[in-house]
């Protein structure tokens, strides 16, 4: 897909779950020596990295913390722990079932890929990293930043702020 191609739909945890096995699909090993089967070819890089997006989203928006949690890149996973991380939306749940829209994947460079989206109201972009064979997502900085607070603290400012439900 060429970088700035524009991918919509929502993302809901049923998208995501297609998208992953179809993802998946494509690791089917190669044909034996003497096979007429014709070889698969790669899935694009932007897909791959889309289908992680775009699981994690489905993720984030059905309640599945800890498996969102475990989609993100190593510095992301130091900043809060997976256990912590589940806590913070268990106390201080964000609204669930509202799909994020991804509006365009950008690949960035061979290892970075931009997914932009939008939820409801909001608007943002993440980046997905392709590291150690596989891609990751990495949380955006804001957000990164408010778990540096430690669960008490974000919870207490998002309960100010009215964005626990």
């Known amino acids: 897909m060429p970088a700035g191609t ?9 998208t995501a779950a297609l998208i992953t ?17 014709p070889a698969r070819a790669p899935i694009p890089l932007e897909l791959q990295a889309d289908a992680v997006a775009t699981r994690e989203f489905g993720l984030l928006a059905g309640g599945g913390w800890a498996q969102a949690w475990a989609l993100w890149n190593a510095s ?8 912590d991380f589940v806590r913070l939306n268990t106390v201080c749940r964000p609204a669930l079932g509202v799909p994020y829209v991804v509006a365009a994947t950008t690949r960035i460079d061979q290892e970075t890929v931009r997914v932009d989206w939008r939820r409801a109201d909001a608007v943002g972009s993440n980046t997905l990293l392709y590291q150690a064979g596989s891609w990751r997502f990495v949380p955006d900085a804001a957000s ?14 998002r309960r100010a702020a009215g964005s626990c439900h």
Request: with cysteine; hydrophobic share 45%.
């Open 21 to 37: 096995m179809l993802s998946l699909g494509g690791c089917a090993s190669a044909p034996e020596a003497g096979s007429t089967a």
């Open 144 to 157: 990164l930043a408010d778990y540096r607070l430690g669960v008490d603290a974000l919870v207490r400012k």
């Open 6 to 14: 524009p991918l919509q739909r929502a993302v809901t945890p049923v």
């Open 76 to 83: 992301a996973q130091q900043v809060i722990r997976q256990a």
